[in-house]
């Protein structure tokens, strides 16, 4: 009898398990969705598969010079994000992956040419993101064309390098090896943030946050091994990225104002006609303002800024209150690893609205308040 009923068991869990394979299959086959899964499933399978120990190159004496000290770097970051920032590095980083082309992905962001709200898309586990990557580069254009039919501003850039959150050893890809080692160090550490903490749905946050966590993380890295230069010039990259930042959040404030300010259907061609007008002006004060206080970003690149609703939102995603960040990192005495630790105890007391909790706890910081997220006391000795 106990046989016959374990029989019975096993044909049935059989059945559930086909089933569900079945209709895992069709949903991959059959739905949007689930090709473009099924795309980015095999595109980092073979990432996964072409990876080889960094270790082993680094030893390898026929690797040109220079790759091997950029490796050197990435495997030196990475100790320094675990051991000093605290960071959770798991494996990710210590395989490289050669692609067969040198762009990774193609990113494309979409918004209303007539309000400041971008077009989301929603995936399983991370949530809705103003942002959608694409494997295959046709596609990417075919859905930039198609947005731009129905009205929407777009932009569609190339990406280096991605976070799987942890769910994957993530190796250094050969796009990323391309940039210089400044820029290497901080995208190692910016990567290994997204693994270690990453709020659902809040990708303004998360990117921002990842931002200023790079920056300054691969500052204090070249700062420990004694090469002062090359701190000082991250420094003054991330020094460039809040002026930056602080343009955008002006412009948003501007653009989203006028928005306002001209409500409903009947408006809707005044709306644009002003917003195009205030990225005129936007496009002159930066050439003549902006452009003269940064000194890591060249009057060329500044001449080529994307300036409409898509290009402003994509970049206020990585360049959100920047300020805030450094905000903390100023009352944790300067010090990378307490003020990531500190923003994330944060962000953690109020999913729904991380920005607020941050700025709820600077402000009980300066007033000298006792917060239930920690104890926020201010010190005369440090900077305001």
């Not at 895992?24 to 086959?29: K, M, V």
């Not at 998360?206 to 790079?214: D, K, L, R, T, Y």
């Amino acid at each position: 009898m106990q046989d016959s009923a374990r029989r019975r068991v096993g044909r049935w869990a059989f059945r559930i398990a086909l089933a569900l394979s079945i209709a895992f299959a069709l949903f991959l086959s059959l739905t949007e969705m689930g090709r473009y899964l099924a795309r980015a499933g095999w595109e980092e399978a073979k990432i996964l598969w072409a990876r080889r120990p960094i270790s082993d190159i680094v030893a390898d004496s026929t690797v040109p010079q220079a790759t091997r000290h950029k490796l050197r770097v990435v495997l030196d970051a990475r100790e320094f994000a675990a051991e000093v920032l605290g960071l959770d590095v798991g494996q990710s980083f210590t395989t490289f992956s050669q692609l067969e082309r040198d762009t990774l992905v193609l990113l494309l962001s979409a918004a209303y040419r007539d309000e400041l709200r971008y077009h989301s898309w929603w995936f399983p586990i991370v949530g809705r993101v103003p942002y959608k990557g694409w494997f295959d580069f046709d596609m990417a254009r075919v859905a930039e064309g198609d947005f731009r039919r129905r009205g929407f501003d777009t932009f569609l850039r190339p990406v280096s390098a991605f976070s799987t959150l942890g769910f994957f050893n993530d190796p250094l890809l050969s796009t990323t090896l391309r940039a210089d080692t400044l820029s290497l160090a901080n995208t190692v550490v910016h990567e290994l943030l997204h693994n270690t903490f990453y709020a659902r749905g809040q990708a303004v946050f998360n990117e921002s946050f990842a931002n200023f966590v790079g920056a300054r993380g691969s500052a204090e890295f070249y700062r420990a091994r004694g090469q002062d230069s090359a701190a000082a010039l991250a420094d003054a990259r991330w020094q460039d990225e809040k002026v930056m930042a602080r343009f955008w959040e002006r412009l948003h404030r501007e653009i989203d104002s006028t928005f306002k300010a001209h409500p409903g259907d009947s408006l809707r061609e005044r709306r644009i006609a002003i917003r195009d007008s205030i990225y005129s002006a936007a496009r002159v004060n930066l050439a003549s303002r902006i452009a003269p206080l940064l000194r890591t970003i060249t009057p060329r690149n500044i001449e080529r800024v994307r300036l409409d609703n898509a290009a402003l939102l994509a970049r206020r995603i990585y360049l959100t209150d920047l300020d805030l960040f450094d905000s903390v990192f100023v009352r944790e005495r300067s010090d990378t690893r307490r003020a990531l630790e500190r923003v994330i105890e944060i962000a953690k007391s109020n999913e729904d609205d991380p920005f607020e909790a941050l700025r709820r706890w600077v402000f009980r910081a300066d007033a000298g308040i006792s917060s239930g997220t920690g104890t926020a006391t201010t010190d005369p000795n440090l900077p305001n």
